[in-house]
């Protein structure tokens, strides 16, 4: 079975600033897709990026990036210049790309931003 | 294009009860999910619904269950409730085209229940 791993429950970056939120996942697929969300106090889920396991080229979204290590599962976000609005539970999933079949999510990580 | 919508938002019930709880996807969407997020799970997959038929389940009791409608509005229904199933539960649409690329899958903002 397929797992996720963050292992910051809480991070705290300056506004500005440039923080990394970690990811681990284990699997025997090969054929997989990688997401980060953004949970913020309203509780809407919000995608930020996804990566596909095919891919060799970090995705990047704006302020976004991901540094999406496939030997060593790891598919940790980095966030520049943080903004207020950054702040947020941020949940990394997997999804196997067999079918379209469900999203196994992390523990998520709190990310506090301070003015 | 109108997000995911969920109705309702808030919800309190007595133990023994039974709720429903209603999901309506981004239009064209054929594919709703349904997720439970605790405190202490985390957000854990209900079951997945494309085209009127179940495609996927998660490790719950059959006292969770879910149907589509025609439209692809889902509706997702706990029976019996325990102090347990207190909950946020999320629902999530993509178009659910089997065979191509997996897809992302869009959130609702949640229906928030509380079993008393």
């Known amino acids: 079975a397929q797992t996720v791993t963050q292992s910051q429950p809480e991070m705290s970056v300056q506004e500005a600033e440039t923080v990394t939120l970690s990811c681990t996942y284990d699997?025997?697929?090969?054929?997989?897709?990688l997401f980060w969300y953004k949970q913020p106090p309203s509780r809407q889920m919000i995608l930020v990026i996804r990566?596909?396991?095919?891919?060799?080229q970090n995705a990047t979204e704006n302020r976004f990036s991901v540094n999406f290590q496939k030997a060593a599962k790891s598919f940790s976000l980095k966030i520049s210049d943080s903004q207020l609005g950054d702040a947020a539970m941020y949940f990394c999933?997997?999804?196997?790309?067999?079918?379209?079949?469900?999203?196994?999510f992390g523990k998520g990580t709190k990310l506090s931003v301070k003015p | 294009k109108a997000g995911v919508t969920q109705t309702p938002r808030y919800l309190i019930k007595t133990r023994g009860q039974q709720v429903t709880l209603s999901c309506s996807p981004i239009?064209?969407?054929?594919?709703v999910s349904w997720y439970q997020q605790t405190p202490g799970q985390g957000l854990q997959f209900l079951f997945e619904y494309f085209s009127e038929t179940q495609r996927n389940k998660g490790n719950f009791p059959g006292r969770f269950s879910g149907r589509q409608f025609s439209n692809s509005r889902s509706e997702m229904n706990v029976s019996t409730l325990e102090l347990g199933d207190s909950a946020l539960y999320l629902c999530a649409s993509s178009l659910g085209l089997a065979g191509g690329p997996v897809e992302t899958q869009y959130f609702g903002p949640g229906t928030r229940l509380l079993v008393l």
């Open positions: 239009s064209g969407h054929r594919s």
């Open positions: 699997t025997s697929e090969s054929d997989y897709y």
């Open positions: 990566q596909e396991a095919y891919k060799q």
């Open positions: 999933a997997y999804r196997s790309g067999r079918s379209q079949g469900n999203l196994i």
